[in-house]
């Protein structure tokens, strides 16, 4: 899986998994891709922060830091899914 992929993997089930804390599946699959960043691209440390409209993900992988910036609407689309659909209530 490709660097870019994966972080905009982890960031919707991160935020998913951050909202839903007892959501056991959410948390699972936000290690899962944090496995995926940390055994296939390095990436050591991975935060993120809201930023009005934004999600800024700040990293440090060999290369250095890095930060990426992903529109709120998108990264928030799985949450957003999940919330509207009453199968997926907790």
């Not at 809201?50 to 990264?75: F, H, I, K, M, S």
């Amino acid at each position: 899986m490709k660097l870019e992929e994966a972080l905009f993997n982890w960031l919707q089930i991160q935020i998913v998994a951050d909202a839903r804390p007892h959501d056991r599946s959410a948390q699972e699959t936000a290690s899962f891709f944090r496995q995926i960043l940390l055994e296939d691209h390095q990436v050591r440390e991975l935060t993120y922060q809201r930023q009005q409209d934004w999600y800024v993900l700040t990293g440090q992988a060999d290369e250095g830091n890095w930060e990426r910036r992903y529109p709120a609407e998108t990264a928030e689309a799985l949450l957003t899914a999940l919330q509207s659909d009453p199968r997926y209530d907790l």
